[in-house]
C-alpha cells in the first residue's frame, strides 16, 4: 500500500517539475489602455512630458498625452489631443519645454504656447531629405542623444530604390537645426534609437542586401549594406568622405567578404534571423531604469511588430565593432509593436498597428504599458564573445550539474549578401560543445566551441539548463552575430 | 495532504526541424487542367485581386499564385461550414499554431482543408493544383497568415456559372462627382457590352467617373430576394424601375441590404455609380433560401463581408466648427509636402513646404482621406471643388531684368539604375533638393487655429496668414503676406499664373472663370514670359518650359502685401 503511495506522489512530483515552467506573466505584467472612444491610436513612439505625462504618437499623425499613464488602471487614464494629423509622426521626444516629432517631411518641435492643452507653435527643425510621394518612404527618428541629436533614418523608395534625396541615409538633426548625413546603406528601417553610450542602432529589414532582418549601428560615415542611395554622396559636401565601392551584384556575396572590399562597410551589430527572432523589427530602446524595470539595464530592447514581441538585445563591443546576443522577452501583445519606451521610473510602454502588413496580435491599434513584477526571472544575462567561444552569465544561480554539453545545442549560419530578396540560413556548421568552467557562485559559464566561425550567427540554445531551484531557461536561446573574435 | 497539481502537460508534436514547406508533386493533369486562373495578392491591400472563382464540379484547377507584395501570403482552399461560412474560426485556429505557424505555411492538419498552397514569397510565384469538389456550394478561400483572411479571402462557387445578365450594357462618364450624377445631363467617354458588372476592368486606377449599366436578368425561382450593394465611393440599384437600394458614398467601401419580391421570369436592372477618388469597389450579389445565388459583379464582398471600414468616415471634418484644421498629408497630383488647412465657412487650401507658397485653394468638402489610413497609407484627395492653383511653385524670386524668366523649384539628378553600380547605370532620374533661397520654418496656430506660415527668402523672414470671408455672400480668401526685412532689388511676388488678368471693376484680376483676385499693399504688373517650373506629381521631379502670362507684384520689403481670392459665382455646394 504504501509503495504504491510513494509511487503515486512520485510521479505527482515528476508531473509537478515538468509543470514547473515559469511564464513570461510571472516576472512582467502587460497592461492594455482603453483607447479613447472613436478614436484609432496605432502607437509608433513614446516621450514622458516636464508634466510627467506620457506623449505617444499615431501613425494617423495624432500625438495625444496620457495623464496617469504609470498608474493606469489603478488611476483613471486622461488622454488628451495635442497635436493633429501631422504627416505620419514616427519617433517623438521631449527636451527643453518643446515636443519633438520625427514626422515623413521633417522633424518639428512644438508648443502649448496659450495653455489650452494643444500644441499651437510648430517649428520645423529640419526638413533637409527628399520625399517623391511613395508611400513606402518612411522615416523615423530617436530621442535625443547626450549631444542634443536626434538621429532620423530614411527608407528607400518602395524599400528598393532611392528616387528622392536621402532616401537610403541616416541624418543626424541637432536640436539647433543643423542636419548632417550620418551613414548611407539604409534599405527599409522600422525604428531608431540611441544606447546609453550615445550610439545610434536602427532596424533594417529582411529585403534586398539584407539576408535577415538586423539590428545595425549607425556609425558615423559607415555604409550600412544596400548601395541604391549611394548616388546622394554628391551632396554631402564631404562629411562622408569618398562615396565607397560598388558590393558584389553577383548575386552570391557574404558579409566577410563585403568587409574586405568596402572600407567603410559595417555590418549588422545583431542579426534578428529571419522567422524565429522576428520578421519586421521596429523600435530600439536602451534600458536607462537602473534596475527598475529588472535585470536588463542597460542593455536594449527591440520591438517586432509581425509576431507582436518585444525582444531583447545583448550589445559589446569586440575590436571596435559593435556585435551581441539577441533574445526573446515577452511576446503576445494586442497588435504589432511598433513604439517602444522605458522610461527611468521603470515602466515600458509599447504599442502599435497591424495596419497594411498583418500581424499576430489581432487588433488594429495598441498602446500597452509593462511592469516588472520584481520577482527575477531566470535568464541568460550577458553574453560575451571569447577567443574559443562565449562566457555567459546568469540572472540566478544555476544548478552547476545540468551545465553539461548534452543540455545544450549549437548551430552557426550566415546569409547571403546579395542583391536578392533576403536568403536562407547558409553554410551551416554545429559547433562541438564543452562547458570550459562552471564559476563557483553559479552565475556565469564559459562554452568552448570548436570551430568558431566569424562573420556566423552562433545560435546557442540550452534547454537543458537548470537554475539552483530547478527551473528551465525562460528563454533558453540566444543569437549571437560573431563579427569578430577577440583574442 | 491533497496536492492541486494542473498537470497540462503539453504534448510537443516533433515538427519537422528543417524550415522548409514540403511541397506535394504536382498531380498527373497538370499540363492539361480544366481551368487555369490567376490570382494575385494586390500589393499593400491585404486582398486577392480574384474574389469569386466560378468552376464546375470536379473540374481539374490550376491555380498561378503570384505575390508581388513585400510580405508572404498563402491561399487555402476549405470546405464550407454552415456555423463558420467565412472561415473565419478556421482563421483563428491557423493564428494559434504561433510558434509552430511558420514551419507548417500557418496551415493546421485539418479534415476541412481541401487544397493549400504554401506560402508564396515576396515577388515569388506558385502553382497550386486541385480538383474541385464534386458537391455544388460555396467553398471559401482565404490566406491564413495571421490577421490576413479578414480582407485576403474569396469563395469558390462549385456549380454551373452562366451568366447572369441576357443583355447588359455600360456608359462611362468622366468628371468631378460627389454623389449620383443626373446622367441625362452627361456624354459618355467609353459605352458597350457586358457580361457582368465589373468596375474593376472599366475604370481600375482612374478617378472621377461615373458609370451607368443597364439590363436584363432572368429569375428562376421566385421569392423575397436579398439583395446586397456594397459600392465605394457610391451606388444606386433600381429594379423594374423602382428603386432599391442607395449608397451615397461619402464612408468607405459600406454595404446596404434590401428585400426585393420577383416572380421568376426576365427583370431589368439600372446600376448607376461613381468613384470620387481613392479606391474602387462595386459588389451586387443577392440571395434566397432554397435557391443559387445571383451574382451581378466579380466582387462579393458585399455579401461576404470581406471588407472592413476602418475605423472613421474618409472626408476630414473639422473638430470644431469655429477653428481650422491643419492636416500634413500627400495630395494626389502635388509636390510631396504638402499642408492642407480646413477652414470654418467651407473654404479650404493646401500650402507646400516645398515651394513654401499657396498651392491650391477650394470650398466645400475638405479633404478624402481614404487612402490615407485605408492598408498602408497611399495619400489624400481633394474632396470638394471649384479648385484654383493660383501659381503653383514659388512665391518669390530675384528678376534682374523683367524679361528674366519665374525658374521655380530646385532639382538634383543622378545617373542611377536599381542594383546598379554608376558605370554601368544608364538612366538619368531628377529630384527635388532642397531651394538654397528658402527655408520653412514652420506655423503658428493662433485663438482660432488659422496657421501663420513662416519661412525665409534670401535670409528675410516672411509670415503667411490666411483667413476666410465672403464677398457678396461668396466664398473668398484673404491672405496676408508680412515681409519683415528688407529684399534684395528687383524681388517680385508671383501673385498669378496663365489667367487672362483682366482687370475687373473692383480693381481685381481675373485667374480665370472661377476666381479673381485682388492686391493691396503694392501695385501688380502683367508680362507673359517663358518659366520654367516643376510640373506636378513631383514624384520624378523635371523642370518644364512653360510660356504663360504672370501677374507680378514688385516688393522691396519690410511691407505688408493682402491678397483677396474670390470665387466670382456661388457655389453648388452640398450641405
Known sequence: ?487 | MKIHVSTRIKCVTLISLTATWLEAEPPAWSAKPDREITISMVPAKMAYDTTLLRVQPGAKVKLNLKNPDDLEHNLVLIKNDPEDPQGERFAARCIELGAQGPKLAWTPDSPRVLAKSGMVGPKKEREMFFEAPSEPGDYPYLCTFPGHSKLMRGILKVGNNDPIFSNLSYKVYAGEFRKIPDFRKLTPIKTGNAEWIDVRTLIGGEDGRAILWEGTFEVRTGGEWQFYLGSDDGAELVIDGKGVARNGGNYFFQVRKAKVRLEPGVHKMRLAYFEGGGPEALSLVADLEGAEDMIFTPDITAKTGARRSWAGPKIVKLRNPDEALVFRTFLRGRSSRSIAVAYPGRVNINWSADSMNLDQLWRGDFVNAASNWNTRGGGSHIAGQDTVSPTGGMALQVLDSIADPWIDYSVGSSRYEKDKGPEESTALISYGIPHPDYEFKGYDLDANRFPTFCYTFKGVEVADHYSPTTIGGIEALKRTMVIRGDLPPNTYLLAGVKGDFSGLPDGSYKINELMALKVEGATPVVRSSEAQMVKPPARKTELVKEKRKELLVPVKGDQTIMITYRWMTAGQLDK
Open chain 1, 1 to 487: 500500500m504504501i509503495t504504491k503511495r510513494i509511487v503515486f506522489l512520485s510521479s505527482l512530483w515528476a508531473g509537478l517539475a515538468m509543470a514547473q515552467q515559469a511564464k513570461e506573466s510571472d516576472y512582467y505584467k502587460v497592461t492594455t489602455f482603453e483607447i479613447p472612444k472613436g478614436e484609432v491610436v496605432e502607437a509608433t513612439g513614446f516621450a514622458v512630458m516636464d508634466d510627467g505625462k506620457v506623449a505617444v504618437s499615431s501613425r494617423r499623425g495624432q500625438i495625444w498625452t496620457i495623464d496617469n499613464a504609470d498608474h493606469y488602471p489603478d488611476k483613471p487614464a486622461k488622454w488628451n489631443l495635442f497635436a493633429e494629423y501631422l504627416h505620419e509622426p514616427l519617433g517623438i521626444a521631449f527636451l527643453d519645454g518643446w515636443l519633438y516629432a520625427t514626422q515623413r517631411p521633417e522633424v518639428t518641435r512644438m508648443k502649448d504656447i496659450d495653455g489650452d492643452g494643444r500644441a499651437d507653435k510648430y517649428e520645423t527643425v529640419s526638413d533637409d531629405w527628399g520625399m517623391s510621394g511613395d508611400y513606402h518612404e518612411f522615416t523615423f527618428g530617436s530621442r535625443f542623444d547626450p549631444d542634443g541629436n536626434i538621429w532620423t533614418v530614411h527608407c528607400l523608395t518602395g524599400s528598393y530604390t532611392s528616387e528622392a534625396l536621402y532616401r537610403g541615409w541616416a541624418i543626424k538633426v541637432n536640436k539647433d537645426g543643423t542636419a548632417v548625413p550620418a551613414a548611407c546603406g539604409v534599405r527599409s528601417p522600422g525604428g531608431i534609437g540611441v544606447n546609453l553610450q550615445g550610439d545610434a542602432f536602427y532596424t533594417d529589414n529582411q529585403g534586398t542586401w539584407n539576408g535577415s532582418s538586423s539590428l545595425k549601428w549607425v556609425k558615423p560615415g559607415s555604409f550600412l549594406g544596400n548601395p541604391n542611395g549611394n548616388h546622394h554622396f554628391k551632396h554631402t559636401g564631404n562629411v562622408m568622405g569618398e562615396r565607397p565601392p560598388e558590393p558584389n551584384y553577383s548575386g552570391d556575396g557574404r558579409v566577410m567578404e563585403a568587409r574586405k572590399q568596402i572600407p567603410t562597410y559595417v555590418p549588422p551589430a545583431v542579426v534578428l534571423p529571419h522567422g524565429k527572432v522576428g520578421q519586421s523589427p521596429t523600435a530600439v530602446e536602451p534600458d536607462s531604469s537602473e534596475g527598475k524595470f529588472g535585470p536588463f539595464a542597460g542593455q536594449m530592447f527591440v520591438a517586432e511588430q509581425t509576431y507582436g514581441q518585444v525582444q531583447r538585445v545583448f550589445l559589446e563591443k569586440v575590436n571596435g565593432m559593435y556585435q551581441g546576443a539577441a533574445f526573446h522577452f515577452l511576446r503576445g501583445f494586442s497588435s504589432g509593436n511598433i513604439g517602444l519606451m522605458i522610461t527611468p521610473e521603470g515602466k515600458m510602454y509599447t504599442g502599435g498597428s497591424n495596419r497594411g502588413w498583418g500581424s499576430w496580435g489581432t487588433k488594429l491599434d495598441s498602446v500597452e504599458r509593462i511592469d516588472w513584477t520584481g520577482k527575477m526571472p531566470f535568464e541568460i544575462h550577458q553574453m560575451r564573445a571569447r577567443s574559443d567561444g562565449f562566457e555567459l552569465t546568469f540572472t540566478r544561480p544555476i544548478n552547476p550539474a545540468s551545465a553539461k554539453p548534452s543540455s545544450f545545442s549549437c548551430s552557426a549560419y550566415t546569409y547571403r549578401y546579395s542583391k536578392g530578396y533576403g536568403s536562407p540560413e547558409l553554410e551551416n556548421i554545429e559547433p562541438e560543445i564543452e562547458v570550459a568552467s562552471v564559476a563557483a557562485d553559479g552565475l556565469s559559464i564559459r562554452i568552448k566551441l570548436t570551430p568558431l566561425t566569424q562573420g556566423h550567427v552562433h545560435e546557442l540554445a540550452a534547454p537543458g539548463l537548470r537554475s539552483a531551484k530547478g527551473l528551465p531557461l525562460l528563454h533558453d536561446t540566444a543569437y549571437y552575430t560573431l563579427n569578430e573574435i577577440p583574442q
